[in-house]
């Protein structure tokens, strides 16, 4: 079965600190994604990611930066989290466009 | 700037009713539309529609597109419990994979 895999279901921070959350992926997916979701906002691009050591910014970016040092893996980092950065984040991958994402089960960031 | 505008942002109804849920969209470049259901973790793909007209099918739900109007809707009947769901819109544009989503319509099935 194909997946996407979130490294933490619900994590707890500490305004200031550096966030790290990690996204795997088995299904040899060129394109990758992270999103947040907020109520009432919807799905929110954070950043993309077409190829192994390649990325382009979202419709957000600002606070957010990101690796893919291999192709199966994204990570998403927050240089100095913020209370505004209490989000649910959703990672997603597909192979094109002609093929939906496939999601992980998103992680529910706090930050205190 | 691409925009997708679902409608209406919620939506209640009881069990074996039978809904209807929008979705719009202005965006450059159109390629295909989809309706992801999101329950408590993980959207899950529904529907993918890239022509006009032609009518989608799993079950008791349905969608339909119209590149004219610029316009889909995904048809609940006979809604059960299990419904109860955020429902996504995306719009493939551009040369490129990325989704531009909508809101989101929070539906909520009562016995």
């Known amino acids: 079965d194909v997946k996407v895999t979130q490294s933490s279901r619900y994590l707890v921070k500490r305004t200031g600190e550096k966030v790290f959350l990690e996204c795997v992926q088995d299904m040899d997916h060129e394109n990758m994604f992270w999103y947040r979701q907020d109520p009432g906002l919807g799905l929110r691009l954070i950043y993309f990611s077409y190829d192994v050591k390649m990325k382009e910014k979202g419709d957000i970016p600002e606070g957010y930066s990101v690796s893919r040092e291999k192709k199966e893996r994204f990570s998403l980092i927050l240089e100095s989290a913020s209370t505004n950065q209490t989000s649910m984040y959703l990672c997603a991958s597909s192979p094109d466009s002609n093929y939906g994402y496939t999601f992980g089960s998103g992680t529910r960031l706090t930050v205190v | 700037e691409d925009k997708v505008v679902q409608s209406p942002l919620s939506l209640v109804v009881h069990e074996g009713d039978t809904v209807t849920l929008n979705c719009s969209y202005e965006v450059t470049n159109f390629r295909s539309l989809l309706w992801y259901k999101q329950e408590k973790k993980a959207p899950t793909f529904l529907f993918m529609l890239t022509s006009s007209g032609i009518e989608k099918k799993s079950g008791r739900l349905s969608s339909i597109l119209d590149k004219k109007e610029l316009f889909s809707i995904l048809n609940i009947t006979a809604t059960q419990t299990g419904d109860s769901a955020i429902y996504l819109c995306?719009?493939?544009?551009?040369?490129?994979?990325?989704?531009?989503f909508g809101k989101g319509i929070t539906l909520s099935v009562r016995p």
């Open positions: 995306a719009v493939f544009t551009g040369a490129n994979s990325k989704l531009t």
